[in-house]
């Protein structure tokens, strides 16, 4: 691979360029994931994926927001970073770990065509209720179905962490015009130090459920897969499904497997966009 070799990929239309930390010249600054994230000065992307060392798993994954601020998880985004692993062969097996901020998980190639990865599972962990990463209550309480007021509304929140930070509301209709205005003021309320993902999420029967989705530091998205698991868990946990649920967003589905002990298993497509390798006239703009 050539020096700042990278590779763009979606899942459901969540974009994500990859990079590998040994084969890079530049550091990942603020400046620089802005720019190469930005559609119109960069490549446009949705994050950055950096494959880094681990000492605890075989891969290790940090995650970045179009914004430049780091993530715990991202579901769309293993998917991303497992298939480069895989299609590159960084991975000489089908079955592996990937460490992130969030915690270790478990890795499966469900299916490949010629060689290359196409749909994906992943143990995305247990679902935590009463998590330090969401202290809108007492560290040993369950925020679910609770009231919170924004602007003009009162929303009932339920708050889960799947090693990242959630903020479900189950709604009767769905309006991407609402999750437009109001997402951002749930993700920044004082009650959410380390900013959420929020969920507008409607119940279609006891298998399916329809979400939008605001996502912290990047906004409105098509998919998510850990927005995805939280909402599942927190159908599971409030009755309105089964524990295998089918989770449809505008960019598509994901099927997630919710157990006894809330250990969630998302899987999914995924598809690559393209390769490359970044121009110095690229680096020029955020390294001087």
Do not use: C, K, M, N
């Given at each position: 691979m050539e020096t700042n070799f990278f590779v763009k990929s979606h899942g459901l239309g969540n974009e994500y360029i990859v990079f590998d930390s040994e084969n890079i010249n530049f550091s990942l600054t603020s400046k620089s994931i802005q720019r190469i994230c930005n559609v119109n000065f960069g490549i446009g992307s949705d994050g950055l994926l950096l494959k880094v060392p681990s000492n605890n798993a075989d891969f290790g994954l940090q995650i970045y927001n179009p914004d430049g601020s780091e993530a715990e998880k991202s579901g769309n985004g293993l998917r991303i970073f497992c298939k480069f692993l895989y299609d590159y062969r960084f991975a000489t097996s089908k079955v592996f770990t990937v460490e992130t901020k969030g915690g270790l998980v478990n890795v499966e190639i469900v299916e490949e065509k010629n060689g290359k990865a196409r749909v994906i599972k992943i143990d995305m962990g247990k679902a935590e209720f009463t998590s330090r990463l969401i202290p809108v209550l007492h560290s040993q309480e369950e925020c679910i179905d609770e009231p919170l007021e924004i602007a003009d509304k009162i929303y009932q929140i339920n708050c889960v962490s799947m090693g990242n930070p959630h903020c479900v509301i189950v709604k009767e209709h769905l309006d991407i015009t609402e999750i437009k205005k109001y997402g951002p003021l749930l993700e920044n309320n004082p009650k959410f130090p380390n900013r959420i993902n929020v969920q507008f999420a409607r119940p279609i029967n006891r298998e399916e459920v329809e979400v939008l989705i605001w996502e912290r530091g990047a906004g409105f998205t098509l998919a998510s897969g850990s927005s995805s698991c939280a909402v599942a868990a927190v159908m599971v946990k409030r009755g309105f499904t089964g524990k295998n649920v089918t989770i449809k967003m505008p960019g598509g589905e994901l099927k997630i497997e919710v157990d006894e002990q809330w250990h969630i298993r998302m899987?999914?497509?995924?598809?690559?966009?393209?390769?490359?390798?970044?121009?110095?006239?690229?680096?020029?703009?955020?390294?001087?």
């Open positions: 899987t999914g497509e995924v598809r690559q966009i393209a390769e490359g390798v970044l121009s110095p006239e690229l680096l020029e703009d955020f390294i001087h």
